[in-house]
């Protein structure tokens, strides 16, 4: 199959309510999510072909994650934006928490900063951004 012209790819992920009682609720990620993903496919702004992940499981963004970064040419333009709750274990590794992630099992039920860096070493895409928009919490 030839090249085709490289693309705009924009995954938007935001996670606003959260089981855990102590992570609280944010005011804005999906609502700001919505807001970029408008202005990020609109053809006369960023022409992005746009993917939205709101409130969903972090096994379900991490598939998304590796799905968006696999198969991508390397001048492909990809655009991550991660909008919730930054947590830190005990060892000072992060995680941005999705409404499933317990603070006790953080490993287990958080989104893993070095799995979204790892995507994004594998991709062949020489142009992405990465744009978070995190609280920090506990």
């Known amino acids: 199959m030839p090249d085709s012209e490289p693309g705009s ?5 935001g996670a606003d309510t959260y089981a855990d009682g ?8 999906t609502h700001d999510g919505r807001e970029l993903t408008e202005v990020l496919a609109n053809p006369e702004i960023g022409g992005f072909a746009t ?10 963004v991490a598939e998304e ?7 991508r040419k390397r001048d492909d333009l990809l ?10 274990d005990e060892s000072g590794r992060l995680y941005f928490a999705m409404p499933t992630t317990k603070l006790d099992r953080l490993a287990a039920t958080g989104l893993s900063a070095a799995f979204v860096n790892e995507q994004i070493d594998r991709s062949r ?7 978070l928009d995190c609280c920090y919490s506990a």
């Open 22 to 29: 102590a992570l609280g609720r944010l005011r804005s990620p």
């Open 9 to 13: 790819y924009a995954l938007i992920v």
């Open 79 to 88: 655009v991550l934006h991660l909008s919730c709750h930054g947590v830190k």
């Open 125 to 131: 895409s020489q142009k992405i951004v990465l744009l």
């Open 65 to 71: 994650i590796e799905g968006f970064f696999a198969d």
């Open 51 to 60: 993917q939205q992940l709101f409130n969903r499981p972090a096994h379900e």
